[in-house]
Structure formats: structure tokens, C-alpha cells
């Protein structure tokens, strides 16, 4: 008796990747001992800020893929999940910084690393499991990390897709995204065609 058909049943899927900024950077620019204690605690940081219930799928060297399946959360949590990873991470890179200041590599934490996160929603990903993970297949799926190759001038900030931001209405956008303006973006890809997104400066959070 097999499983399969289970396993490729297409779902509307929510992907979240929050993507660390200023990466390869400071991979280059700071010493091995300190960016190998410094990127796991991030990431781990990262997957405890999970208030939506979200899933990992996998943990790339900057970056956590998680998705939650079914209907999307209303858009006051997913930007309050946005925050809270995004000071949670604050909060982290200022105690890693406080922690490490006696190596002059320190002043790199700060400086260098950001948080990035970008927000999709499509209709048909596939769950596929390989080992003891999720793979995540279909278009969407593509589509979710060629947005994090995007040309936003800023290093901090949501990105969100048409085809999530198609789910709700701008004055709710107008309400919940209230600290910064949301910028509208579109980028072309190759066999992807054009895509539309949104974007909203996420640095100004660290202000207040």
C-alpha cells in the first residue's frame, strides 16, 4: 500500500521566508569563530519568533523557509508576526553585539546583518516529504524565493506579493502597515514573466 497520492494533494499555502541581510558580508568580513556562534543564534532566534503556527520547511544559511497550509491568517497577525520577528531579531543582534564587544569583529553585527521577509500565498504548493523535512513544489514556490532577488534600494523590509496583497484591502494594508509607507514594486523574470509586489521599510520599527 502506497502513500503517494497523498503526498502531491496541491493546497493554497502561505510561505514566510525571513531572509538575513548583509549575509555573505559578513560571512567575508568577520572571523569564522564569531559568525559561526553569531548566523545559528540569529536563525534560532528567528524560529522561536514563530507566533503564527507557521511550519519550517528548511533552514538555508540565511534564511528560514517556513508556510502554513489552508486559508491565510487575517492581516493584522501576519504583520504583527512580521514585527515580532523583526524586533525579536533586533533584540538579538543587540545582545550578540553586547556579548561578543571585546572582538573587534563585533561592530560587524550591527552594522552589517539586517532582516528581510517576504510574504507569498499560492493556490497550488505540493507537499512533498524528503527525509524528516517538507519540501515544498509547484511555481509558487520558485516564485517566493526569486522575490527575495528583488531591486528594493533598502536592506530591511516585507515584501509582499500581489498575489497575497490581492487578499485584502488597502485601507486594511493603510491600517496595519502604519509606521512607514508600502512602495509597489515590480520585477520581470524569466519564465516567470512579471511580477507585482508591495514593500514596506521595516527599519523605522527600530525607532520606536
Known amino acids: 500500500m502506497t502513500h503517494s497520492?497523498?503526498?502531491m494533494k496541491a493546497t493554497p499555502t502561505l510561505i514566510c521566508i525571513p531572509d538575513i541581510s548583509g549575509f555573505t558580508q559578513f560571512m567575508r568580513e568577520a572571523?569564522?569563530?564569531?559568525?559561526?556562534?553569531?548566523?545559528?543564534?540569529?536563525?534560532?532566534?528567528?524560529?522561536?519568533a514563530n507566533t503564527l503556527d507557521l511550519k519550517v520547511s528548511e533552514i538555508e544559511g540565511d534564511a528560514v523557509l517556513f508556510f502554513r497550509k489552508g486559508e491565510l491568517p487575517d492581516l493584522a497577525s501576519l504583520i504583527k508576526q512580521c514585527k515580532t520577528f523583526?524586533?525579536?531579531?533586533?533584540?538579538?543582534?543587540?545582545?550578540?553585539?553586547?556579548?561578543h564587544k571585546s572582538e573587534e569583529d563585533a561592530i560587524a553585527i550591527?552594522?552589517?546583518?539586517?532582516?528581510?521577509i517576504i510574504l507569498h500565498y499560492g493556490e497550488e504548493i505540493a507537499m512533498v516529504p524528503i527525509g524528516n523535512r517538507i519540501?515544498?513544489?509547484?511555481?509558487?514556490?520558485?516564485t517566493?524565493?526569486?522575490?527575495?532577488?528583488?531591486?528594493?534600494?533598502i536592506d530591511e523590509y516585507i515584501l509582499i506579493s500581489e498575489q497575497l496583497y490581492k487578499h485584502f484591502s488597502p485601507e486594511e494594508f493603510k491600517k496595519y502597515c502604519d509606521w512607514a509607507p508600502l512602495e509597489k514594486q515590480a520585477i520581470d523574470?524569466?519564465?516567470?514573466?512579471?511580477?507585482?509586489?508591495?514593500?514596506?521599510?521595516?527599519?523605522p520599527l527600530r525607532q520606536s
Open 86 to 99: 523583526y524586533t525579536d531579531f533586533y533584540k538579538r543582534i543587540l545582545k550578540l553585539h553586547k556579548k
Open 110 to 116: 550591527p552594522e552589517i546583518l539586517g532582516l528581510k
Open 5 to 7: 497520492h497523498h503526498i
Open 144 to 153: 517566493a524565493h526569486r522575490l527575495l532577488k528583488n531591486n528594493i534600494e
Open 189 to 203: 523574470f524569466e519564465h516567470l514573466g512579471t511580477i507585482n509586489y508591495h514593500y514596506i521599510n521595516l527599519e
Open 31 to 48: 572571523n569564522f569563530e564569531l559568525t559561526s556562534q553569531v548566523i545559528p543564534a540569529l536563525l534560532n532566534e528567528i524560529i522561536y
Open 135 to 142: 519540501k515544498l513544489m509547484g511555481e509558487d514556490v520558485i
